[in-house]
Every structure is written in C-alpha cells, then in structure tokens.
C-alpha cells in the first residue's frame, strides 16, 4: 500500500506563491510517477501537472504552464508543486497521485486546500 500527505495549502493573495508537498511512503518503488490534480465544488478533477519518478520528466496543464514547478526529491520520498503568480481561478482543493507502472493514478492523498483571494 501507498500513503500520501499533502501539506503547504493555504490563503493566498493573487500574484503570491504557495508550495505544495506531497510525502509519499509505503511501496513506492517501481513507482511510473506522481502528479497534482485540482478539483473545486461541482466540478471534475482536473490534472495539474507531473513527474517521472526515474527521469525526472515534467508534463504541465496549459493553464499553469510557466507559473507552477513540479519537482521531486526521491531521498525524501517528496514531491513539490511551486505555485506562482497564483490566480483566483487556482482556487481549489490540490490533491497528489501516484502512478504505479502500467497502471493509472491509482494512489491519492486526502487534499489540501489552495485559496486565492483576489
């Protein structure tokens, strides 16, 4: 089994910065990748961005693309997600997944909530 904390959401003004954490701990080897997904109240759980657990290789959302970092450190068994330039529309409920190899996003962490105010 996998376990996955989120922590670092908060109340933010826009233009500011927040940093995610995602610790991870179980059976996390062989894991493909971990990813951060956002959903807001009547909405569907949106991607966010990602990271190849090997490689090191990023993929990112349009909408947040050249304002959010994603970044790992595998000694720690985290991943980052750096929030800048935030928006009142990144408001939402960030969650952190992890993807075993070969299959989909099967691991989730409980959520913590990003505010912007405007």
């Known amino acids: 089994q996998v376990q996955l904390v989120e922590s670092g959401g908060g109340l933010v003004q826009a233009g500011g910065s927040l940093r995610l954490s995602c610790l991870a701990s179980?059976?996390?080897?062989?894991?493909?990748?971990m990813g951060w997904f956002r959903q807001t109240p009547g909405k569907e759980r949106e991607f966010v961005a990602s990271?190849?657990?090997?490689?090191?290789?990023?993929t990112y959302a349009d909408s947040v693309k050249g304002r959010f970092t994603i970044s790992r450190d595998n000694a720690k068994n985290t991943v980052y997600l750096q929030m800048n330039s935030l928006k009142a529309e990144d408001t939402a409920v960030y969650y952190c997944?992890?993807?075993?190899?070969?299959?989909?996003?099967?691991?989730w962490g409980q959520g913590t909530q990003v505010t912007v105010s405007s």
């Open positions: 997944a992890l993807r075993p190899l070969g299959t989909t996003w099967n691991y």
């Open positions: 179980g059976r996390t080897s062989g894991s493909a990748g």
């Open positions: 990271i190849t657990w090997s490689g090191g290789r990023t």
